[in-house]
């Protein structure tokens, strides 16, 4: 079955970078869009952006552009999302997200699997 | 782009209807067929249960209904169980980038 795992919580001081990592399995990586979506405590759903996992094009939220990169693995079934320059803002859990949409055709933004969701706190 | 907006609470008793809105504009939800929205209990990630506007994935009770007229998108949760309490959020794409809704919380009296 499809599924998406993140690594665990991180916590981090004001202006250091984070990594977390999505392994996937269950179907072809390279066969559908990735999103990356995080949601504050208390909060609601933010999208930050995604990847072609079969080309590592990524486009990105304008919130976000300078800051984050999304990239995949060469030859492991994982992307990654790196957020830099963390501000206290950016406390946050962090899911990524498979679209619906086949590679082949457009972007749907209709996500229909979701990783357990990454906390990432930010404090000095 | 800005969120969605969706009125913060909705509130039913078991066995009736509850409907939520999502206002949006003429560039995400007039423009395309694709709005979804998400369940999401407390301490989970959300799941996906209308997509395209009006489809349900497998598995999700016909009771959950999605509509959209204009910039405006709905869903209806039809013979409310208790299992219903939870956050529902609606989203659309919007060309270059998804945009979220500002959330509801519905409550099953």
């Known amino acids: 079955q499809v599924q998406l795992v993140q690594s665990g919580a991180e916590v981090k001081k004001p202006g250091a970078s984070v990594k977390i990592t999505c392994d996937i399995s269950?179907?072809?990586?390279?066969?559908?869009?990735m999103h990356w979506v995080r949601q504050a405590p208390g909060q609601g759903l933010e999208w930050m952006g995604v990847?072609?996992?079969?080309?590592?094009?990524?486009r990105y939220s304008q919130k976000f552009q300078g800051r984050l990169t999304m990239t995949r693995g060469a030859s492991t079934s994982t992307v990654y999302l790196e957020l830099d320059s963390l501000r206290s803002e950016d406390t946050a859990v962090y899911y990524c997200?498979?679209?619906?949409?086949?590679?082949?055709?457009?972007?749907?933004?209709?996500?229909?699997?979701w990783g357990q969701g990454t906390l990432v706190t930010v404090s000095s | 782009q800005s969120a969605l907006t969706q009125p913060p609470s909705a509130s039913g008793s078991p066995g009736q209807s509850v409907t939520v809105s999502c206002a949006g504009t003429?560039?995400?939800?007039?423009?395309?067929?694709?709005v979804s929205w998400y369940q999401q209990h407390p301490g989970k990630a959300p799941k996906l249960i209308i997509f395209?506007?009006?489809k349900r994935p497998s598995g999700v009770p016909d009771r959950f209904s999605g509509s959209k007229s204009g910039n405006t998108a709905s869903l209806t949760v039809s013979g409310l169980l208790p299992e219903d309490e939870a956050d529902y959020y609606c989203?659309?794409?919007?060309?270059?980038?998804?945009?979220f809704g500002t959330g509801t919380k519905v409550t099953v009296l």
């Open positions: 269950g179907y072809p990586f390279t066969s559908y869009y």
């Open positions: 395209e506007v009006t």
């Open positions: 990847i072609n996992p079969s080309g590592g094009n990524a």
């Open positions: 989203s659309a794409f919007a060309g270059n980038s998804i945009v």
């Open positions: 003429g560039s995400d939800v007039a423009a395309y067929h694709y």
């Open positions: 997200a498979r679209d619906r949409a086949l590679i082949v055709t457009p972007i749907t933004g209709d996500v229909d699997y």
